[in-house]
């Protein structure tokens, strides 16, 4: 079977922890001045905590313990999303709940199963990344992806996350807040997303 471009840039990434620094990273993409995609939002540049959002209506809780969403046969652009989880002191936070839901590519979710949901825990580093596909718009929203983090002990922030290159589908949204837009890199194959999260 030929080897898509896609094939052999998903598999040149290793799937255990989203590199953020070095050489080989996955957020080494060409985006952003410099050469790789930056944190989102820059913490220290006077940025306050991650702001919250309605959780929608398809959210399941206890979803399985897993990095990867995306199953063999699964429509659509793959999606490897990820980033930080810091304290308001741009600090790492490890052991962070991160549960991330979202439709399909045909902007369905599975609200009799756990399609496309999954949580983990952030590691030491605070890394948090998520295999998975570009979900559809569907109507009524723009592109988006729903999260909740909670740390050990601490109160559950939820959360939505958006993607720039869908202008006016944002424009359009009544939830949007540009606040909550990743950095992203990519093409129609594969699309790599960084977002930071800042807990008060
Ligand atoms: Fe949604």
């Not at 206890?62 to 199953?71: C, F, G």
């Not at 909670?150 to 424009?171: E, W």
Request: net charge positive.
């Amino acid at each position: 079977m030929k080897k898509t471009r896609r094939d052999l840039l998903l598999a040149a990434l290793p799937l255990a922890a989203l590199p953020l620094t070095g050489a080989g990273d996955v957020l080494a993409q060409p985006a952003g001045p410099s050469g790789r995609l930056d944190p989102t939002p820059a913490c220290g540049d006077g940025h306050g905590a991650t702001p919250a959002q309605t959780e929608g209506p398809y959210f399941t809780p206890n979803s399985p313990r897993r990095t990867a969403l995306y199953e063999p046969g699964m429509d659509g652009t793959r999606l490897r999303v990820g980033g930080l989880v810091l304290d308001r002191a741009c600090r790492p936070l490890s052991n962070v709940l991160v549960d991330l839901w979202q439709a399909d590519a045909q902007g369905r979710y599975d609200n009799a199963g756990y399609r496309l949901r999954g949580h983990q825990f952030t590691d030491a580093e605070g890394r948090w990344q998520f295999d998975s596909v570009l979900p559809a718009i569907y109507v009524g929203r723009t592109r988006h992806l729903h999260v909740k983090l909670q740390p050990r002990g601490g109160k559950i922030l939820t959360t939505q996350l958006y993607f720039p290159s869908d202008v006016a589908g944002n424009a359009r949204d009544r939830i949007f807040d540009k606040r909550l837009l990743m950095n992203t890199a990519g093409d129609a194959e594969q699309m790599i997303a960084r977002y930071d999260f800042v807990l008060a």
